[in-house]
């Protein structure tokens, strides 16, 4: 069992940065490959950004690229996003989710959620 808290959301102007960090509960934090989703309203949850257990492998969607750098510390169970040159489309909640061994860019084959945390982009 694992349980996720996201925080870092907040009102920043377009241009600006924040950094979402997620904190995991449960011993087994660095078994789980690590994703950050995001859904705006009225749209589907789409995927942002993953990394493996071990941090080696880092996934990111076209639309962040360049701009937004996953990380982790397995010793903290924790996972960040940092996002910078935010833009007004980037506003949506976030979640960061886990799972093993399984599609990162799937959010159906994630196990575990967590609340979410608003990030809105002001233009």
């Known amino acids: 069992q694992v349980q996720l808290v996201e925080s870092g959301g907040g009102l920043v102007q377009a241009g ?9 509960s449960g011993r087994t934090f660095h ?3 690590m ?3 995001r859904q705006a309203p009225g749209k589907d949850r789409e995927f942002v950004s993953a990394i493996s257990w071990s941090g080696a492998r880092t996934y990111y969607a076209d639309s962040v ?5 996953i990380s982790r510390d397995n010793a903290k169970d924790t996972v960040y996003l940092q996002m910078n040159s935010l833009k007004p489309e980037d506003t949506a909640v976030y979640y960061c989710a886990a ?5 990162y860019y799937e959010p159906p084959k994630y196990e ?12």
């Open 99 to 103: 799972q093993i061994g399984a599609s």
């Open 31 to 33: 078994r789980y490959d």
């Open 112 to 123: 575990y959620w967590g609340q979410g945390t608003q990030v809105t982009v002001s233009s």
């Open 65 to 69: 690229k360049g701009r937004f750098t």
């Open 35 to 37: 994703g950050w989703f």
């Open 16 to 24: 600006g940065s924040l950094r979402l960090s997620c904190a995991a």
